[in-house]
């Protein structure tokens, strides 16, 4: 592999990891908070369907983002009154919700486009626009350092950038605030947290909102900016996968970069078989090329990258003692 392709697959994997990114770490803040959330996936297509409609109408990839949002934050607040409020099994909320966004996007945008449960192609303002950063025109011809500035690092679309900075902000949140530390404490001690005087409740709502918030960006990058509109199931395990990459980041917001980027990494090399064969010299099938991300899924899930240990009160309703 050139460095010259090296750099357009590694432009590739920021794309493709983005979603991946949001998704991990809006689990990271639920789960970090002692609530099991399998619906991101759910959420992501929900948020992609809404916000694929709402720019295809208005024209408007801002009011696309926000509704994509705003879809997204009404699965989690369902998920958090049934596995919070009314203290439900967490894991088959999640996978209810799944299963009503794989039947319900479909249905709206057939209903709204009759184009086969797609929405109509974005152009324009429609779509988040790619951004070129200061000075990547005049470094591009700097060997090495200029390629990779002007081709991977800049020429994204926004939300990838607000992708980005949102791990150092995740990471400040949780370890350089007092919100952070309840946070974590109470999906370790919630029992601490309540004696403490501070609402298990509303901190576990707080976390369950913020994971709505990063699920409905990263559906509508989705939607508006990686791909030009909604298409039917168009999220295709990214939530799952982001589950895996949590597990493999052991819940870390930095390792989550890394996790996500790996998976990404691996997608962006399905997209070019002709790097594997070229590098390996021998043909690969494209199916198994486009099986490397959920591979990796299952052997992270399997425990083959070492032992995660999960918060303690993950999963378990919490009941106040009187």
């Known amino acids: 592999m050139d460095y010259a392709t090296l750099i357009e697959v590694l432009g590739s994997t920021l794309r493709l990891g983005t979603p991946l990114l949001l998704a991990c770490l809006a689990g990271l803040y639920s789960e970090r908070a002692g609530i099991f959330d399998i619906g991101l996936e759910g959420k992501m297509l929900m948020a992609a369907m809404a916000s694929g409609a709402v720019a295809a109408m208005t024209g408007s990839a801002w009011l ?10 009404i699965f989690a607040l369902i998920h958090g009154l049934a596995s919070i409020t009314f203290r439900g099994n967490q894991l088959i909320s999640g996978v209810a919700l799944n299963f009503v966004a794989s039947g319900a996007t479909v249905l709206i945008s057939q209903t709204l486009f009759h184009q086969g449960g797609r929405t109509p192609p974005l152009t324009g303002d429609a779509r ?10 005049a470094l591009a ?14 020429g994204h679309s926004l939300l990838v950038y607000i992708a980005l900075a949102a791990v150092p902000l995740t990471w400040w949140l949780l370890y350089r605030t007092r919100f952070g530390l309840r946070l974590r404490a109470v ?34 990058y989705m939607a508006t900016s990686l791909q030009a509109g909604f298409g039917r199931e168009m999220t295709a395990g ?28 691996l997608q962006a090399i399905a997209l070019r078989p002709d790097v594997i064969e070229g590098t390996l010299h021998m043909k690969i099938p494209v199916s198994a090329l486009d099986a490397l991300p959920y591979i990796l899924t299952v052997i992270v899930l399997a425990g083959f990258v070492g032992r995660a240990i999960p918060p303690r009160a993950g999963g378990q309703p919490y009941v106040k003692e009187r």
């Not at 029992?191 to 409905?216: K, N, P």
């Not at 597990?247 to 980027?261: D, E, N, S, V």
């Open 128 to 137: 988040f626009q790619a951004i070129t950063l200061p000075g990547a025109e």
């Open 238 to 265: 990214r939530g799952y996968i982001a589950l895996a990459a949590l597990i493999f980041a052991k819940w870390r917001p930095w390792y989550a970069l890394g996790a996500t980027m790996l998976f990404g990494f």
């Open 64 to 73: 696309g983002l926000g509704a994509g949002i705003v879809a997204s934050l």
């Open 187 to 220: 999906g370790e001690n919630p029992e601490s947290v309540d004696t403490a005087g501070v609402s298990v409740i509303g901190l576990r709502y707080t976390a369950v909102m913020l994971t709505g918030v990063l699920c409905g960006i990263a559906g509508a």
């Open 141 to 154: 011809s700097v060997p090495y350092f200029g390629p990779f500035y002007a081709k991977v690092i800049s």
